[in-house]
Every structure is written in C-alpha cells, then in structure tokens.
C-alpha cells in the first residue's frame, strides 16, 4: 500500500486526484455507526410513537440522499455514479442503541468509502435532529469504515479480533 497522501501535489498545494487512467471496475464500500440514547427516546423511536414520524425511514431516506451528494460536500471527492445504496438500521434493545450500516456501490473509476461514511453519518444525524427535543444526550460514535473492494488496492477488512486493519 502506497503511504502518500494523494490529495497534493508535488510541491504541496491541494488538488483533485486525476482517476481518468484508472479501471472502471465495481467497488463496495460498508461503513457504520452508532447512536446510544435514553431509554424513552429509544422506545418511542422503536415503537413508532414518536411525534415526528417514522425516524428510522427518514433517517434512512437522508443518509440515501447524502451519498449521492458527497462530491458537493467534500472538497476532493469525485461526483460519481452509484449504483446502489443500502442503508440497514438495527435497533440494540439492550443498550438503546441504533446500528447504522450503509453499503454503496459503483462501477467507475474511484472508490465509494466517503459515500459509505457521509450515507452513515447523515443518517445518525438525522436520528438526533429528529428526537433532539426529548433527548440532547444522544451520542453518535464508531462511524468507521468496515470494509472497501475494488480499484487496484483490492479488498480491505476492518480486523476488529486484532485491533488491526488489514489488506488482502
């Protein structure tokens, strides 16, 4: 693995990375996260009493939106083509968590890691902007990248047994 930032140049200055050579190949990208809350604020997100509406469905719906406008956000970052985005929301009962994973695909000739991680932060973000009011302490934590495929750096797997990050 080359350990060069690709975002600058020769001489220092911040530029686009220049994928026109690249392989058109698919890549997956597989990131998650989670919000803790109260108890209460869990319960009428679960049992679908919150007043606002059905949290999770537009929690899911914000997060499909922002990885299709990850290249407006973030500077560098290519507008690309995606293919598919799958947002899964898994409510931890023990522990009043929600479990966000969000997995983007493309063909094309860059990586979708920051769509994954910008699909997985938006939709925590909007889980707190809805139930704010009833809950300031939710805490959004561990939105990381789990795993990418593709591209000429081929498959990466978060190794979480280890506490290592690994490349096949």
């Not at 679908?48 to 922002?66: E, N, P, Q």
């Not at 083509?81 to 094309?108: M, R, S, W, Y």
């Not at 704010?132 to 797997?157: C, F, H, N, P, Y």
Request: proline letters at 2%; charged letters at 25%.
């Amino acid at each position: 693995m080359d350990n060069k930032l690709t975002h600058f140049n020769q001489t220092g200055e911040a530029h686009m990375v220049d994928v026109g050579e690249k392989q058109a190949t698919q890549r997956i990208a597989v990131a998650e996260g989670i919000i803790t809350m109260q108890t209460n604020t869990f319960q009428l997100i679960t049992q679908g009493k919150h007043k606002k509406g059905d949290v999770l469905s537009i929690a899911r719906i914000a997060g499909i939106m922002a990885a299709k406008k990850t290249g407006e956000l973030i500077p560098l970052c290519h507008p690309i083509i995606i293919t598919h985005i799958h947002i899964d929301l898994t409510p931890l009962i023990e522990q009043n968590i929600i479990h966000c994973e969000a997995t983007v695909k493309t063909t094309g000739q860059t990586g979708v890691e920051m769509e994954a991680l910008t699909a997985t932060q938006i939709t925590l973000l909007t889980i707190y902007d809805m139930c704010k009011a009833v809950d300031r302490g939710m805490s959004i934590e561990k939105v990381r990248l789990k795993q990418k495929s593709g591209g000429k750096s081929g498959t990466w797997t978060r190794n979480e047994k280890k506490g290592l990050d690994k490349l096949e």
